[in-house]
C-alpha cells in the first residue's frame, strides 16, 4: 500500500468528481490520504471528506504561508482552537513561500514559529512549505527544534546539504513529489544520495502534476508515477518503494 502524504483533494479543483478521484487512488493501492489545510476558507470542504472518507482521508489543521495576509492573526486563532479541540493528524500546512509574494514575509515567519509552538505542545506532526525558503526556515528550526518537533519538509526540492540538514534535525522526513519526475530538476541527482528511509511520497494534489501529467490537474492516483521514478533512481523494485516509505509515514503520523 502507499500513504500520500499531502494531498488537497477538498479544494474545489475536485468538487465535480472527488469520489471518482478517490477510487482510482484506492484501486491503485493508495490507502490514506493526509490532508493539510490552506486556511479558514477551506476548512469545511477538508472536514466534509474527511468526514466521507474516514480512516482514509486524513485531516491536519494550519494555515498556509501563501494565506498569511493582514488577517493573520484570526486565523491563527482559529488553528490554534481548532488544534486544541482534537481529531487532526498535524499541524499543516505551514512555512514560508518566497517564489508567489514577499509582502507578508515578517507575518509568515510569525505564523511559522507559533505552529511550531503549537506542534510541539501538542505532540503533533509539523508540515513545511519551504518554496524559496530554506534559509529562513533553517534559521527558525534551529531555533525552536527539540524533541517535541517531527514532520515533513514538503516538496522538498534543495540540493544534497540542505536534505543532510534536515535529516540531520533528527526527526524529520523529506516529501517527495512529481518534481522528482521532472526533466532537468535535477533533484533525481540528489536523492540517489539520500537513504529512502528518509522519504515519503506525496502529490501536493491538485498542483505540481507528475510525468506524464505534468501541467494537468493532479491527483493522488499519480502518485504512483512519483513512486515508479523513486524505485528507478534508488534501483530498488515498486514494492519495496512502497514498503520503506509507508513506514516512514507512518513513523512520521504515529500512526498504529
Ligand atoms: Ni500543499
Known sequence: MFIDTHTHLFLEHFSEDIDEVMSRAIDRDIQRFYLPNIDRSTFDEMMALAGNYPGKA?????????SVKEDFEEELSFVDKKARGGGFFGIGETGIDLYWDKTFFEQQRESFARQIELAKELALPIIIHCRESFDEIFEIVDRLNDERLSGIFHCFTGDLSQANRIIDYGRFKLGMGGVLTFKNSGLDKTIVDVPLQHLVLETDSPY??????????NESSYLIEVAKKLGEIKGVSIEEVAEITTDNANEVFNFG
Request: proline letters at 21%; charged letters at 15%.
Open 208 to 217: 505540481l502534476a507528475p510525468v506524464p501529467y505534468r501541467g494537468k490537474r
Open 58 to 66: 486524513l485531516p491536519l489543521i494550519g494555515l498556509h504561508p501563501c
